[in-house]
């Protein structure tokens, strides 16, 4: 009963429940693994499927095609004469983006959170940094977040840390949520061992294990307010049928900083800045050629990053993924491209999130999402600082050439003066650069202020009582980091504040 499938319910469903849970991503598994410990019954409904170790695909479009949302082909919109349409890369699975992502693990930064106390000194209350640290501890311990050992982490990880050791640059092995690593490279695709403790197989299996009922493929319509208290939410299956979950307690909406604003106001709840303020992490690239080979699809999918430079907002580290994506980032064309299709084990890519200032906008069209941002002058000056000191680093590491893929820009560099040209006068129009984005933020923020934010500093919906959000929507900014790890550890602070308690049980 606890594991109930949207593909193969036709008729009408009425479930009842303490708590509703929209999302069984990061957010929802931890909200629910929170709320059962709590002795509360509890129902997360979730618009993917799920995906077990022995159905991950081989190849990379096979797996975006069945795991990611909108087959991995979301894009961001920007001006048409800035910004070409953006990836933006969401899983659509029981786990969300979990089970598919690189499994990178950081905890909640201090001064980022110092900077949201700054702006809103309430939170350092609702926030208390102590009790945020526990949570952490204890998602942390659950998921078995570790260092990346050396013996699975493969040349395109060790490479980096070699080029950053030369260049003074602070570094060191990814923290993941990983347990029994091969080094197989297939994190995006789906771990095909089963080694990565995604919040499917971790959080939501505990939760389910005390008696949560996960209902999967079954996208969640509207949100039911009655009397200014939400009192279920409705929607529909795979199949076609027609489903209402009924909240006693409370309803948590934690189906992502895209899709739960546009689920708030497809409900008709457009109080506050509902949409607005979305920010994000656009990452950029830069390929490089070796002269022995580097297997960039083998070894821990990202193993490596450096950090020196996080103080100025960039974050580089080692990408994996599968052959037609790295040869998609080499250049020329016919005979040109078949020569270094057939050099693919000498190339690797690395990648810099960039913390930017930019803030967009999320809207719902026909229920559907439509994210609009521009980066800004400052954060395209941060993509060609961080593609300058990718460039180096590869350098040192030992790199003959290396392609920044910036349109108007060299199509090749081989040595340090033209990647300082990049930097000092490289294109100043963020299309020219080849990017996506990841993590995204703040569409239903969090703070004191009614009118300013979507939801008080407790998880609280600021005008709908019993209505709660929990996913990174709720942040007041954005990280700088991959925010997995703290998205888990705010949303088990929703939970708590939903069922009434605030006393940690780790």
């Known amino acids: 009963m606890n ?66 949302r909108g087959m991995g082909a979301s894009v961001i919109l920007g001006d048409r004469w800035q910004l070409a349409p953006v990836p933006t890369l969401q899983g659509q699975l029981v786990g969300g983006s979990s089970p598919i992502n690189g499994a990178i693990c950081w905890r909640m930064p201090k001064d980022v959170y110092a900077e949201w106390l700054a702006a809103d000194p309430v939170l350092e209350e609702a926030l208390p940094w102590g009790l945020l640290e526990q949570l952490t501890d204890a998602v942390e311990t659950r998921l078995g977040v570790e260092p990346t050992h050396a013996d699975v982490a493969g040349p395109k990880n060790s490479l980096m840390a070699k080029g950053a050791e030369v260049l003074g640059l602070e570094h060191r092995p990814i923290r993941r949520n990983v347990q029994g690593c091969v080094g197989s490279g297939r994190c995006i695709h789906g771990c095909p061992k089963g080694a990565k403790s995604s919040v499917d197989r971790t959080l939501l299996a505990d939760a389910m294990e005390r008696g949560a009922t996960v209902l999967s493929s079954t996208e969640v319509k509207r949100i039911v307010v009655e009397r200014g208290r939400a009192v279920a939410v409705e929607g529909k299956t ?145 993509f060609r600082r961080g593609l300058r000191v990718l460039g180096e680093v590869m350098f040192a590491a030992g790199a003959t050439e290396v392609e920044p893929g910036v349109k108007g820009f060299d199509r090749r560099v081989t040595d340090g003066d033209a990647l300082s040209r990049l930097e000092r006068s490289g294109p100043e129009r963020a299309g020219a650069y080849t990017s996506a984005i990841t993590h995204m933020f703040g569409t239903c923020r969090m703070g004191s202020d009614v009118e300013s934010c979507v939801v008080r500093p407790d998880f609280r919906h600021h005008t709908v009582e019993s209505l709660y959000v929990a996913d990174s929507s709720v942040f007041p900014t954005n990280l700088g980091v991959n925010p997995q790890i703290p998205i888990m550890a705010l949303a088990s602070l929703c939970a708590m504040r939903a069922t009434g308690f605030t006393e940690v049980h780790s």
């Open 238 to 382: 795979r199949a076609g049928g027609r489903v209402r979950v009924a909240a006693k307690q409370a309803v948590i909406v934690a189906a992502s900083a895209v899709q739960s604003p546009v689920l708030l106001l497809e409900s008709g709840l457009k109080h506050g800045p509902v949409g607005r303020h979305f920010q994000c992490h656009p990452g950029v690239s830069m390929a490089g050629r070796f002269a022995e080979p580097v297997r960039m699809w083998e070894g821990a999918t990202q193993g490596h990053e450096i950090i020196g430079l996080r103080h100025e907002g960039l974050k580089f580290e080692a990408l994996g993924f599968g052959l037609a994506v790295l040869a998609g980032r080499l250049a020329g064309v016919g005979r040109e491209l078949s020569a270094g299709i057939g050099e693919l084990a000498h190339w690797l890519d690395w990648g810099v999130a960039v913390r930017a200032e930019a803030e967009g906008r999320v809207r719902s069209v026909f229920g559907r999402p439509v994210v609009t941002y521009l980066p800004t002058a400052r954060d395209v000056r941060l």
């Open 3 to 68: 594991r109930l499938d949207g593909r193969e319910i036709s008729k009408a469903l009425t479930l009842f429940a303490d708590l509703v849970i929209v999302g069984s991503g990061p957010a929802g598994a931890a909200a629910a693994w929170q709320a059962t410990k709590r002795g509360a019954s509890v129902v997360v409904l979730e618009s993917g499927h799920w995906l077990e170790p022995a159905d991950a695909k081989l190849t990379t479009f096979s797996a975006m095609s069945e795991t990611y």
